[in-house]
């Protein structure tokens, strides 16, 4: 019913930028909350950031300063910038949306396929 496909990972060195994207489509009605996680090899799935439909956002620790995320409601669409990469972050990227769907009065979480993205040192 819901479809994330996310977009912009990469080989990027290290210091430099990416911008990742995740588009939903499906019987969306609304998405209260759209997020990015990411998975470094051998380790536990982290959230990196998340943006209300509120505009409003928040950002694990180690990415402050960094990191923007944005969304676009009319495309149904988040953002993650990305600068100033480090060779740690070197991860799957994936976008994590909730979804209000036009036939299920719950919220659902929906996950994408993940992007990678590699940052040489």
């Known amino acids: 019913q819901v479809q994330l496909v996310e977009s912009g990972g990469g080989l990027v060195q290290a210091g430099g930028s990416l911008r990742l994207s995740c588009a939903a489509s499906?019987?969306?009605?609304?998405?209260?909350?759209m997020s990015w996680y990411r998975q470094a090899p051998g380790k536990q799935r982290e959230l990196v950031a998340y943006?209300?439909?509120?505009?409003?956002?928040n950002y694990a620790d180690s990415v402050k300063g960094r990191f923007t995320i944005s969304r676009d409601n009319a495309k149904k669409t988040v953002y993650l910038e990305m600068t100033g990469l480090k060779p740690e972050e070197t991860a799957d990227y994936y976008c994590?949306?909730?979804?209000?769907?036009?036939?299920?009065?719950?919220?659902?979480?929906?996950w994408g396929q993940g992007t990678q993205v590699t940052v040489a040192s």
């Open positions: 994590y949306c909730n979804v209000y769907l036009w036939t299920d009065a719950r919220i659902t979480g929906y």
């Open positions: 499906g019987s969306i009605q609304s998405l209260p909350t």
């Open positions: 943006a209300t439909s509120g505009r409003t956002t």
